[in-house]
Protein backbone atom coordinates (compact mmCIF):
# COMPACT_ATOMS: atom_id res chain seq x y z
CA UNK A 1 0.00 0.00 0.00
CA UNK A 2 1.57 3.43 -0.65
CA UNK A 3 2.28 5.87 1.50
CA UNK A 4 1.71 9.61 0.81
CA UNK A 5 2.52 12.69 2.81
CA UNK A 6 -0.18 15.78 2.71
CA UNK A 7 0.62 19.15 4.17
CA UNK A 8 2.99 16.84 6.46
CA UNK A 9 0.85 14.51 7.16
CA UNK A 10 1.29 10.95 6.28
CA UNK A 11 -1.12 8.21 5.52
CA UNK A 12 -1.07 4.54 4.07
CA UNK A 13 -3.87 4.68 1.42
CA UNK A 14 -4.94 1.52 -0.86
CA UNK A 15 -3.62 1.22 -4.32
CA UNK A 16 -5.51 3.18 -6.82
CA UNK A 17 -6.87 6.15 -4.10
CA UNK A 18 -6.93 9.46 -5.13
CA UNK A 19 -5.00 12.37 -3.59
CA UNK A 20 -8.66 13.94 -2.92
CA UNK A 21 -9.46 10.79 -1.04
CA UNK A 22 -6.23 10.33 0.40
CA UNK A 23 -7.24 13.82 1.95
CA UNK A 24 -10.20 13.29 3.01
CA UNK A 25 -9.20 9.97 5.03
CA UNK A 26 -7.08 12.41 6.85
CA UNK A 27 -9.51 14.61 7.92
CA UNK A 28 -11.52 17.77 6.63
CA UNK A 29 -8.54 19.71 7.52
CA UNK A 30 -6.54 18.51 5.26
CA UNK A 31 -8.90 17.87 2.33
CA UNK A 32 -8.88 20.31 -1.07
CA UNK A 33 -12.39 21.68 -2.00
CA UNK A 34 -14.06 20.19 -4.56
CA UNK A 35 -17.11 21.13 -6.46
CA UNK A 36 -17.17 18.81 -9.26
CA UNK A 37 -16.29 15.57 -7.64
CA UNK A 38 -19.18 13.17 -6.17
CA UNK A 39 -17.26 9.65 -5.06
CA UNK A 40 -20.41 7.76 -6.16
CA UNK A 41 -20.13 8.21 -9.89
CA UNK A 42 -17.53 7.17 -11.65
CA UNK A 43 -16.69 9.75 -14.51
CA UNK A 44 -16.86 12.97 -12.07
CA UNK A 45 -14.33 14.93 -10.74
CA UNK A 46 -11.81 16.92 -12.56
CA UNK A 47 -13.92 19.73 -14.58
CA UNK A 48 -13.88 22.55 -12.05
CA UNK A 49 -10.13 22.63 -10.91
CA UNK A 50 -10.66 23.96 -6.97
CA UNK A 51 -9.18 20.85 -5.86
CA UNK A 52 -5.80 21.71 -7.59
CA UNK A 53 -2.50 20.85 -5.17
CA UNK A 54 0.82 21.13 -6.02
CA UNK A 55 3.01 17.47 -6.04
CA UNK A 56 6.67 18.45 -4.64
CA UNK A 57 8.16 15.03 -4.65
CA UNK A 58 6.18 12.61 -7.39
CA UNK A 59 7.81 9.41 -5.89
CA UNK A 60 10.17 7.68 -3.76
CA UNK A 61 10.83 5.85 -7.95
CA UNK A 62 10.91 9.51 -8.69
CA UNK A 63 11.59 12.00 -6.39
CA UNK A 64 11.06 14.96 -8.94
CA UNK A 65 8.13 17.35 -8.28
CA UNK A 66 5.51 17.61 -10.90
CA UNK A 67 5.55 20.46 -13.13
CA UNK A 68 2.01 21.88 -13.21
CA UNK A 69 -0.28 21.78 -10.48
CA UNK A 70 -2.78 18.69 -10.63
CA UNK A 71 -6.45 17.93 -9.69
CA UNK A 72 -6.48 15.81 -6.92
CA UNK A 73 -9.62 14.27 -8.19
CA UNK A 74 -8.15 13.17 -10.63
CA UNK A 75 -4.60 12.37 -9.87
CA UNK A 76 -3.56 8.89 -8.13
CA UNK A 77 -1.38 8.86 -5.37
CA UNK A 78 2.13 6.92 -6.06
CA UNK A 79 4.35 5.60 -2.79
CA UNK A 80 6.77 8.53 -1.30
CA UNK A 81 4.74 11.17 -2.52
CA UNK A 82 4.50 14.76 -0.94
CA UNK A 83 1.68 17.06 -1.92
CA UNK A 84 1.04 20.29 -0.72
CA UNK A 85 -2.61 21.41 -0.26
CA UNK A 86 -3.14 24.69 2.25
CA UNK A 87 0.79 24.98 3.28
CA UNK A 88 1.38 26.09 -0.68
CA UNK A 89 0.32 30.15 -1.56
CA UNK A 90 0.90 28.77 -5.00
CA UNK A 91 -2.19 26.57 -4.70
CA UNK A 92 -4.46 28.61 -2.73
CA UNK A 93 -3.52 32.05 -5.05
CA UNK A 94 -4.41 29.29 -8.35
CA UNK A 95 -7.80 28.08 -6.49
CA UNK A 96 -8.60 32.00 -5.77
CA UNK A 97 -8.28 32.40 -9.77
CA UNK A 98 -10.39 29.50 -10.32
CA UNK A 99 -13.39 30.35 -8.64
CA UNK A 100 -13.47 33.55 -10.03
CA UNK A 101 -13.34 31.95 -13.25
CA UNK A 102 -16.17 29.99 -12.40
CA UNK A 103 -18.22 32.72 -10.70
CA UNK A 104 -17.46 34.95 -13.52
Do not use: W
Not at 1 to 18: N, Y
Not at 38 to 51: A, E, H, P, W
Amino acid sequence: MPKVTIDGVEIEVPKGTTILQAARMIGKHVAPPAMCYYSKLKVSGGYCRTCLVRVAQGSTADPRPMPKLVASCRTMVMDGMVVQNNTSPEVLEARKGVVEFLLI
